[in-house]
């Protein structure tokens, strides 16, 4: 996955357009809004490739389990058609149930994996909220 930033060229333009106004308006450090605006989308953009490497995780996680999934499907299959007797009524009964079970346990570890990526993501987003407060709050302290 390719680690440019996607706003790189807006930046640069946002960058010299601002630069025309510094020392403009008393005041105002518009160095130190550059500067918030830069970590902003930063930190946007690394919560958006963490949220995205989250969704291709489960992604390629949902693949693993529906592989899987097919291969005791047909196994299933040669262990019914083989069977004799009771053993025809109760092995897909058994199935069935060790089926249910692992669907749940499945869907319990998807939401875990999606949820720890979503939790990762927001934590980017939180510290910056963090940091532009304290950025806000020194800078009228000046």
Known sequence: MSQTNPFAGILE??????????????GIDIDSLMKAGQANLAAITEANRVALEGL????????EMAVAAFGEIQE???????????????????????TFEKSVANMKELA??????QTEAWG??????????SEVQASAKK
Not at 13 to 26: H, L, Y
Not at 124 to 133: K, M
């Open 13 to 26: 333009n946002w960058t010299k357009g601002f630069s025309q106004f510094q020392g403009a308006v008393p």
């Open 56 to 63: 291709q995780a489960v992604a390629k996680r949902q693949q």
């Open 76 to 98: 299933t299959a040669k262990t019914v058609a083989a069977g004799k007797g009771a053993d025809v009524f109760a092995k897909p009964v058994e199935l069935a149930r060790d």
């Open 112 to 117: 875990e994996l999606a949820g720890k990526s």
């Open 124 to 133: 980017i987003i939180g510290r910056r909220v963090q940091e532009s407060i």
